[in-house]
């Protein structure tokens, strides 16, 4: 057996087939078949069982798949450890967020496979919320607020934001002057979300109701454009609205702390080499281009 094997089967079982395991890898599903047949041959032992809706662990493949997990992980650091430095080979899959992600951070995507000519990078783009470890991404660009959960997260840059409705809205419906208010008001929100503001060292938190939701930054904005509603969101989505005067900023006393733009990954004591250097990669972009903090969400 070899290592392709190994991380061959790995994907399969994480990704419970291997239609999609193919997908992941960038092969076609008859090399996976083909490497899979080997690794069983070779262990003389079932590793998984074929259905019509993919590929179940059986129980010895269970077992096999957290040693299998292991040593394609000590692999990958022993390869990171003997590496020319800046020499990064393999793959690095990076789940991006849609909104800002292609305008945005495409751009050090591209730097960084442009630096290592060896690196495969796949990106995919989405503002859903992606589950790094059961899909079989490297690591995640986040913006926001984070949630609690066992991954780890590096902050990259800073995120700034502010609320905005249209004119029309402003007219028909009055502006609120402070957090309380807001309770009088259609939010436009991506969905369940609670609204933090400063009011001098102390942080209010209200939560938000109004009947238009989206997972996408740019279908708020036309919400609130359209007068649906008050949206909090970045500045680099807004500027140019405000600028036309086709969105005014709401509220303007009790500004949102910043949030931030994170690199997030599985657990783990340390980053893999790919990931620490997109990580220092996406760091000297915001420390250069400050700007870009306030238009990447």
């Given at each position: 057996?070899?290592?392709?094997?190994?991380?061959?089967?790995?994907?399969?079982?994480?990704?419970g087939?291997?239609?999609?395991?193919?997908?992941?890898?960038?092969?076609?599903?008859?090399i996976?078949?083909?490497?899979?047949?080997?690794?069983?041959?070779?262990?003389?032992?079932?590793?998984?069982?074929?259905?019509?809706?993919?590929?179940?662990?059986?129980?010895?493949?269970?077992?096999?798949?957290?040693?299998?997990?292991?040593?394609?992980?000590?692999?990958?650091?022993?390869?990171?450890?003997?590496?020319?430095?800046?020499?990064?080979?393999?793959?690095?899959?990076?789940?991006?967020?849609?909104?800002?992600?292609?305008?945005?951070?495409?751009?050090?995507?591209?730097?960084?496979?442009?630096?290592?000519?060896?690196?495969h990078?796949?990106?995919?783009?989405?503002?859903?919320?992606?589950?790094?470890?059961?899909?079989?991404?490297?690591?995640?660009?986040?913006?926001?607020?984070?949630?609690?959960?066992?991954?780890?997260?590096?902050?990259?840059?800073?995120l700034?934001?502010k609320?905005?409705?249209?004119?029309?809205?402003?007219?028909?419906?009055?502006?609120?002057?402070?957090?309380?208010?807001?309770?009088?008001?259609?939010?436009?929100?991506?969905?369940?979300?609670?609204?933090?503001?400063?009011?001098?060292?102390?942080?209010?938190?209200v939560?938000?109701?109004?009947?238009?939701?989206?997972?996408?930054?740019?279908?708020?904005?036309?919400?609130?454009?359209?007068?649906?509603?008050?949206?909090?969101?970045?500045?680099?989505?807004?500027?140019?609205?405000?600028?036309?005067?086709?969105?005014?900023?709401?509220?303007?006393?009790?500004?949102?702390?910043?949030?931030?733009?994170?690199?997030?990954?599985?657990?783990?004591?340390?980053?893999?080499?790919?990931?620490?250097?997109?990580?220092?990669?996406?760091?000297?972009?915001?420390?250069?281009?400050?700007?870009?903090?306030?238009?990447?969400?």
């Open positions: 057996m070899d290592i392709e094997e190994l991380r061959t089967f790995v994907e399969v079982a994480d990704a087939g291997v239609s999609p395991a193919a997908r992941r890898l960038g092969v076609s599903k008859s996976v078949s083909r490497r899979l047949a080997r690794l069983e041959e070779a262990l003389g032992a079932q590793l998984l069982a074929r259905t019509t809706r993919g590929a179940a662990l059986t129980e010895a493949g269970a077992i096999f798949r957290e040693h299998a997990a292991r040593a394609c992980s000590e692999i990958d650091a022993a390869r990171d450890t003997i590496l020319p430095a800046g020499d990064l080979r393999g793959r690095l899959r990076v789940a991006a967020p849609l909104s800002f992600g292609p305008t945005h951070f495409a751009s050090v995507f591209a730097e960084m496979a442009r630096r290592h000519p060896q690196l990078v796949h990106t995919a783009y989405s503002d859903r919320f992606v589950d790094i470890v059961a899909e079989g991404f490297d690591c995640a660009i986040r913006v926001g607020y984070l949630q609690d959960s066992n991954l780890i997260a590096r902050r990259v840059g800073p700034y934001g609320l905005v409705a249209s004119p029309d809205y402003l007219r028909t419906h009055g502006a609120p002057e402070t957090p309380d208010e807001l309770a009088d008001h259609e939010a436009l929100m991506q969905g369940t979300e609670a609204w933090q503001f400063l009011d001098g060292d102390r942080v209010i938190t939560h938000p109701r109004g009947r238009f939701k989206a997972d996408n930054g740019t279908a708020l904005i036309a919400a609130a454009v359209a007068g649906l509603g008050i949206g909090w969101l970045p500045d680099g989505l807004t500027d140019e609205y405000v600028a036309s005067g086709a969105l005014v900023p709401v509220m303007t006393r009790y500004p949102p702390p910043p949030a931030g733009i994170y690199v997030i990954r599985p657990p783990g004591p340390h980053p893999s080499l790919k990931v620490r250097v997109l990580t220092e990669l996406l760091i000297a972009c915001f420390d250069e281009a400050p700007h870009l903090a306030d238009v990447a969400g």
